[in-house]
C-alpha cells in the first residue's frame, strides 16, 4: 500500500516469494533481506536468474550472521528447555551459504558476477538490545510458536546467553557485529 501511494505508475502486485512464477522477465531484479526465508537456494537462484531478461540485473542481499552467537544462541536456547519439542524443528542449518557457493550457481547464466561480504558493526543502546534486534528478525519464528509465560521464559533464557555473550562497553553501548552477503549479477545476453 505504501509503494502505490509513493509510486502509483508502478505495478505492485503483493504474492508469496516462494510460488512466485511471474509471465514474462524483468530488466532489473531486486531482493533485499528476503531470499534467506526460502529453502533450496540450489534451484532457487538459478530459478529467478531465468526471470531476467537477457542483460538484465540481478541484485540480492541477505544477512548471513547465522553462526554469530546471536543466531547460535536461539538454537541451544530453543534445545535447552521445556520448549523443545515445540520448537525443535526450527533448529536448522543456516539458510544462507557462502559467497562461492552463490558464485557457482549464478556465473554459468551470467557475464558479469559480483559477491562480497560486508560485517557491519551496529552500535546498539539499550536493555540487552542484541535480543530486541533479533526479536525482529530470527527469534520472531521462536516466539510466534511459544505462548503466554513459556513464551516469556523463553525469551528470558535466551535474554539471559545473549546479554553474556554481548556485553555494553565503557560507554554503555552494545556493539553488535553483523554479516551482510551482496551479488549483483548481469544476465548472459
Known sequence: AA???????????HED???????RQYDLIYSNAALHWLPNHAALFPSVMEKVTPGG????????????P???????????????????HLVTPPPVEGPAF??????????NVDIWETE?????????????WTKGTWLTRYLDILQGDEKAAFEAAYGER???AYPKNAAGQTLFPFRRLFMVAQRKG
Not at 516469494?17 to 509471465?23: K, N, Y
Not at 557491519?120 to 539499550?126: A, D, K, P, S, W
Open 3 to 13: 509503494g502505490r501511494k509513493a509510486a502509483p505508475d508502478v505495478e505492485w502486485s
Open 17 to 23: 516469494l516462494g510460488h512466485w512464477r511471474p509471465a
Open 57 to 68: 540485473m540481478l541484485a540480492v542481499q541477505m544477512p548471513r550472521n547465522f553462526l554469530a
Open 70 to 88: 546471536s543466531h547460535v544462541l536461539i538454537g541451544e536456547t530453543a534445545l535447552n528447555g521445556p520448549w523443545r519439542s515445540k520448537v525443535e
Open 102 to 111: 552463490y558464485h557457482d550457481l549464478l556465473a554459468p547464466l551470467s557475464q
Open 120 to 132: 557491519y558493526l551496529q552500535v546498539l543502546e539499550g536493555d540487552n538490545p542484541v535480543k530486541e
Open 162 to 164: 545473549v546479554a553474556k
